[in-house]
């Protein structure tokens, strides 16, 4: 199987994870925004797997379930109070919550 | 016998304390009986002790308990003990029982004052510390009685505390005794650091042993002492916070400003008069203190309007006797001139109490006027007061005493005549401006309507203490009179024998004592019972009426304090507001709120922006990590 080179393979990951954090700070919509933090997630991922590749280890892929299994909590979590901010402010609109402003 | 002592200061704290932690939820007839019955208990179980001490006194003359050892220090090992000898008897016998007359009477007074309660827990509490004043056996546990009658007194002047004229006069009185307060202490430790014990009795064989006549440090401890004295029982130059102190309820100023609280100066003195003996120096100064004060209180005395300032005044005056004949070393005509000015001062106080209440709270003599028929027991009580306070002749206390004073004067201050010649001319002004007021408040027109009727709880106390004010002088009566010296062989153990003139010099002292008092009340009776139209005009030339005023504001006092002390330290307040010390810590207190500000921005409450500078604070800390 011929190897990806590990630069390319970072440069995606980097890419992908800049591509989530602007949609992060971008994007006003809740369901948006944790979409964009997934996307941070995998970047993260992936970059574990391509480092485990190049050295040969399983902990990279030992991390990728970690990641998963964070992700899938986060989902869960971020959802719910998703469908809760829906229900108080009416809207999906990150910058209407900003009852805690100084 | 001697161990039951300590319950006659206990009873009253006993009733403080509980008429403090019952705040007031007690009914107003069981707080007068707690009040009152402990005081008349403690006066019950003193008079058993004089008794049993006069029946057979004890070895020494003197009784000595010792109640617990406050603290153990190296070197300095104070006891709360009691010490009872003929001079403290005295004390604690007016204290007692003059003071369960007054708090019956209080009784009656105080009827209907939201502060029923809380006035009785202040009276008991203050009974209780003028006895540990009188009774402690060291200087140290005398403090706590001292300090503590200057808070009672404090508390009760601001009695009525909603009226702020009230709490003025109230701080001012805390304010002005603790000048004289400092000068105690320092007192205490000077004594404490030359003879290592504050004991009374060591403390004064120790003075007079380590300590020749006229030492420095004697005069010193001796010069403290006097300048706490002052403070305390309203001398010159700490004499003027006791007119302002009449502010308090009637009762107060009959008990603790002058049958009392006020003469713990004179005990002071008398207590340490070994010390004071060895300071020729300041002995003098005591006499010229004494007579300064009771010259100046006398003319100010004459030109009042409201009658409890006239007592007040009148009070200062009569201290300064007792002081002038503790300058003259005349140490148990002092006491003698105390007992007897508790009983007239105390009637005096009450009977103007009695009119007042009976007159909607009217305190200026002008608007009163023909009460003599109307009001018979008040007009006896104060007359008998009056006469006794002006010593007339024979008949009453007021004679024996004061002119045993101008006696001891005579022949003690022999070498300074101006003393003796500041008693007399003060003896006729005192007629004068007593019987001023007699004439003004009980004869002529009548101004104020009277209302109400005589209790017996406000009758019994003037009726007894009228009894005591006429007869109370006969334990001690001039040569001349029987020559009873009841009173001097009673305080023999405590005081040496006071030099008093015989023969010629006797009988005339005794026809100038006599010609002084009665011209001073033929005088005020011609004067003030009929003005004459004469004397009424030269009262209204602009140079007399000048005087006058000078003589009402108490010489001007008040308005030198001010000037001197009060004014200077509100500028220095003023300038301090800004100081150094202060704008280091204001500073630091607005660079902190100029820090807030700049965070305060920077919460927006906008989830993005938080993610934002969290990457970005990520970043840089990357940044630094990785390039550095």
Known sequence: MASVPLQQAMILAILLFALGLAGVIMRRNFVFMLMSIEIMLNATGLAFIIAGSRWGQADGQVMFLFILTLAAAEVAVGLALIIRLRHRLDTLDSDAANLLQG | MAQTIWLIPALPLVAAAVLMLTGGRLASRSVAVVGVGAVGLSACIATIIAIGFMRAAPAGDALSVTLWHWMTIEGFAPTAGLYLDPLSLVMMLVVTIVGFFILLYASAFMEGDEGYSRFFAYMN??????????????????????????????????????????????????????????????????????????????????????????????????????????????????????????????????????????????????????????????????????????????????????????????????????????????????????????????????????????????????????????????????????????????????????????????????????????????????????FRAVFIVFFGEAHTEVTGRDLVRIVLPLVVLSVLALVGGFVETPGLFGGVTLFTRFLASVFPPTPLP??????????????ISLSGIVLAWRLYSRPAPQFLAWTRQPAIIAWRHFFLSGWGFDWLYDRLFVQPFLALVQFNRLDAVDSFYTGLAILARWLHRLLHDSQTGRIRWYAGCLAAGSIVTLAVAVLR
């Open chain 2, 125 to 434: 509490l203050f009974v209780a510390a003028m006895l540990v004043l009188v009774l402690a056996d060291d200087l140290l546990f005398l403090y706590v009685g001292w300090e503590g009658v200057g808070l009672c007194s404090y508390l009760l002047i601001g009695f009525w505390y909603r009226d702020a004229a009230n709490g003025l006069a109230a701080r001012k009185a805390f304010i002005v005794t603790r000048v004289g307060d400092t000068g105690l202490m320092l007192g205490l430790f000077l004594l404490f650091t030359q003879l290592h014990t504050l004991q009374i009795q060591p403390l004064m064989q120790a003075a007079a042993q380590t300590w020749p006549q006229g030492s420095s440090f004697a005069s010193l401890a001796a010069l403290l002492l006097l300048i706490g004295a002052c403070g305390k029982s309203a001398q010159i130059p700490l004499q003027t916070w006791l007119p302002d102190a009449m502010a308090g309820p009637t009762p107060v100023s009959a008990l603790i400003h002058a049958a009392t609280m006020v003469t713990a100066g004179v005990y002071l003195i008398a207590r340490t008069h070994v010390l004071f003996a060895l300071a020729p120096a300041v002995l003098l100064a005591v006499a010229a203190i004494g007579a300064a004060t009771l010259l100046i209180a006398a003319f100010a005395a004459l030109n009042q309007h409201d009658i409890k300032r006239i007592l007040a005044y009148s009070t200062i005056s009569q201290i300064g006797y007792m002081f002038l004949a503790l300058g003259v070393g005349a140490w148990s005509a002092a006491i003698f001139h105390f007992m007897i000015h508790a009983f007239f001062k105390a009637l005096l106080f009450l009977s103007a109490g009695a009119i007042t209440m009976r007159l909607h709270h009217e305190h200026d003599i002008f608007r009163m006027g023909g009460l003599a028929n109307r009001l018979p027991v008040a007009f006896w009580s104060f007359l008998i007061g009056s006469a006794s306070l002006a010593a007339l002749p024979i008949i009453t206390a007021g004679f024996y005493s004061k002119e045993m004073i101008l006696s001891a004067v005579w022949t003690g201050g022999g070498q300074v005549p101006v003393l003796w010649a500041a008693g007399v001319i003060t003896a006729f002004v005192t007629a004068l401006y007593i």
């Open chain 2, 502 to 515: 015989n023969g010629q010099a006797e009988g005339l002292l005794l026809a100038v004592a006599v010609l």
